[in-house]
């Protein structure tokens, strides 16, 4: 079974790194997680 994060997802992401940049942080990965599966956005190259 494949997990595929949502929209919602992917800009919940895109807006905590915005928010992150403006106190000089990075966010490293974003997790997605169901079962015993699981989406790393670091591991395909998204954050």
Known sequence: MELEPSN???NMTR???????MFEMKVLNHFV???????????????
């Open 8 to 10: 919602a997802n992917r």
């Open 15 to 21: 807006e905590l790194n915005q928010a992150a940049e």
């Open 33 to 47: 997680i169901r079962k015993s599966i699981y989406v790393s956005f670091a591991e395909r190259g998204w954050i």
